[in-house]
């Protein structure tokens, strides 16, 4: 027996394929993920027999998981995803939900399935193993090799996949079936030390300024960047740290510098870079401030206009407002000003505009559901 739709995806990749959706439940918040979405489901399960044995074990031997694409367009960033990957080959095949009007939610292909490797990092070259699957790992592919994807998606060299949850119990069973999976390398682990150094230094000089610092740090780098390529020089990201007084010692740089610039050539992603140092909320967290910007951007053209998050914005139960010390007009005039220190443009925000201002907001909470309690009031979420 095996899946109906997992045969489609053999057979004919191009295929559309139909699901319905149902609400996300709850999810422990030291879990640190994103809200699972327990979809009632045809893909890759209706059970159909078949006659090669080859196809059954390969199809049967799966993880599925969630995904987002790392992007500093609204539209992209807010694509939802959701892929399977296959250890019987190691292949893998990811692909979007689309949503047409309020009822219907069809499953587009989006990444062929096929076998990849890794297309930058340590393990640039390497097959995609079992190991490389986990919540909060990216996916990276060439975005010539998919001649398919958005126009906006193949304006940059390489597609950036985040992975926002996955199947863990299936993950868990492939495990101690024996499947062999990749451990994080000695040279790995020492990046992540080398990173997490810095973010942690710059933790304590963000705490009370967060929101200030990441929204003019993004609107800063953006500023940099003349060519619109999304790619600045040492010498670049140098400037703006000492233009936000944001101490990094030589000592701390160069050997992040050499991590994010494994290429050599001279020129790394400000979004990555930032996220390097700096780091970043969680999924979880993440997953509701896409929330709030995808009901703000009901047209999924990537920007909000200030004028339609000034309608949207409910200061009623803001503790200042609840104690009296200031009032609902008071509260929305400070966030819209903030918020549009940060944008580009006067009249609108974008994605990325917009999770700055959380990002930086996030530093200085530590509990996970405190921080979406401050999305769901003011949202309506």
């Not at 199809?59 to 296959?86: M, P, T, W, Y």
Request: proline fraction near 3%; hydrophobic fraction near 35%; include cysteine.
């Amino acid at each position: 027996m095996i899946d109906h739709l997992s045969r489609a995806v053999i057979s004919d990749p191009e295929q559309n394929l139909t699901s319905e959706r149902q609400e996300s439940i709850h999810i422990v918040p030291d879990s640190k993920m994103a809200p699972l979405r327990f979809r009632k489901r045809t893909l890759h399960e209706t059970k159909i027999r078949t006659h090669s044995t080859l196809t059954e074990n390969m199809l049967s031997h799966k993880v599925q998981f969630d995904g987002r694409i790392i992007s500093r367009n609204g539209r992209d960033a807010c694509r939802e995803l959701i892929g399977f990957f296959f250890t019987h080959d190691q292949s893998l095949t990811i692909y979007e939900y689309r949503q047409f009007g309020k009822n219907r939610t069809n499953v587009l292909p989006f990444i062929q399935k096929n076998i990849y490797s890794h297309q930058c990092g340590r393990r640039k070259g390497k097959q995609y193993q079992l190991g490389d699957f986990y919540i909060g790992a990216n996916l990276t592919f060439l975005s010539s090799d998919h001649p398919r994807l958005p126009e906006s998606i193949k304006e940059n060299t390489l597609l950036i996949l985040r992975i926002t949850n996955i199947d863990q119990i299936a993950l868990d069973s492939l495990k101690t079936d024996s499947v062999a999976h990749e451990d994080i390398t000695s040279q790995e682990a020492n990046d992540r030390l080398v990173l997490k150094a810095i973010q942690d230094a710059l933790k304590e000089q963000l705490h009370k300024r967060g929101v200030r610092i990441l929204t003019g740090l993004g609107k800063y780098l953006q500023q940099l960047d003349k060519e619109g390529t999304g790619l600045l020089a040492k010498a670049d990201f140098k400037q703006a740290l000492k233009a936000f007084h944001l101490e990094v010692s030589e000592n701390d740089f160069e050997p992040a510098w050499q991590i994010l610039n494994g290429n050599d050539s001279g020129k790394v992603d400000y979004g990555e870079f930032k996220r390097a140092i700096i780091g970043e909320m969680n999924e979880y967290r993440k997953s509701f401030v896409r929330k709030v910007f995808m009901k703000l951007d009901f047209n999924k053209t990537g920007c909000v206009p200030i004028i339609d998050i000034r309608k949207c914005y409910c200061a009623k139960k803001h503790p200042q407002v609840i104690s009296g010390h200031s009032t609902e007009e008071e509260i929305k005039l400070s966030f819209l000003e903030t918020l549009k220190d940060a944008c580009s443009k006067s009249d609108e925000v974008s994605y990325g505009e917009f999770e700055d201002y959380y990002e930086g907001l996030s530093i200085g909470i530590v509990n996970d559901e405190d921080f979406v309690n401050i999305l769901r009031t003011p949202w309506g979420i």
